[in-house]
């Protein structure tokens, strides 16, 4: 979720710094190659978040045998704080980097998308409301990720179509056998200058019950 204008001035970011990093910003974040949506607000505000589905009935013609069933829902608070960062840059490196601008956007972007994926999974990993494993599933072993699969599934979710885990745990299932014949289960201190680089951006959860932890072990 990312803020288009702060609260204490007019604009969030000059326009030439959203349409040259933005963009860069949300194509390196996991959390959003992984499905998630991004929300522009013009300010604090605040939105529904679905912590339970209606009840749906089979109608028989002129019985009564409908029951109301409200959707449960909570608000979510909508108010990111300032990501900032702040970089000096010296007269020479300015005056003598033809490409300095093009690095800049590389380096801020992959930044900057670093933070919001960590700032969105700790929000995830810290909602009671998304269903998790019951027993023990360890990302690193492929047997456990059906596991965890088909207990999503149990819950009424869709087959995933995205996993976000580390590094060394795609590895470990990547080096996995199907089988016994071999096949493979997968794949500077002052500055004249200072460039300061800021934007608003967090993580929400408004749908827990479309999400699931898989956990290595359970407590």
């Known amino acids: 979720m990312t803020g288009k204008k702060a609260v204490s001035s007019n604009a969030l ?4 710094v959203s349409s ?13 190659q992984a499905g998630s949506g991004t929300i522009v607000i013009d300010g604090p505000t605040n939105l529904a978040k679905i912590t339970g589905d209606p009840t749906v009935y ?10 109301e069933s409200d959707i449960t829902h909570a608000p979510v608070s909508l108010n990111p704080k300032a990501l900032v960062a702040l970089i000096p840059l010296s ?4 005056a003598d980097s033809p490409n300095l601008d093009a690095a800049l956007n590389t380096s801020l972007s992959a930044a900057f998308a670093a933070k919001l994926d960590s700032l969105a999974l700790a929000t995830i990993l810290a ?5 998790d494993s019951s027993v023990g ?3 690193a072993i492929w047997l ?3 596991e965890a699969v088909g207990e999503a599934m149990a819950v009424n979710q869709p087959i995933p179509v995205s996993m976000i885990g580390n590094t060394a745990d795609f590895i470990a ?3 996995q056998l199907a089988s016994t014949t071999g096949s493979w289960l997968g794949k500077p201190t002052s500055a004249s200058h200072v460039l300061v680089a800021h934007m608003r951006g967090a993580g929400v959860v408004l749908q827990p019950k479309r999400l699931f932890i898989q956990k290595k072990t359970v407590v």
């Open 13 to 16: 970011v000059p326009n030439y």
């Open 20 to 32: 040259q990093v933005i963009d860069d910003v949300r194509a390196q974040t996991t959390v959003i």
């Open 58 to 67: 089979e109608h028989t013609e002129g019985s009564t045998d409908i029951t």
């Open 91 to 94: 007269m020479e490196v300015v």
């Open 127 to 131: 909602d009671t409301n998304i269903p």
């Open 137 to 139: 599933q360890d990302p």
């Open 144 to 146: 456990k990720c059906l």
């Open 173 to 175: 299932r990547a080096s």
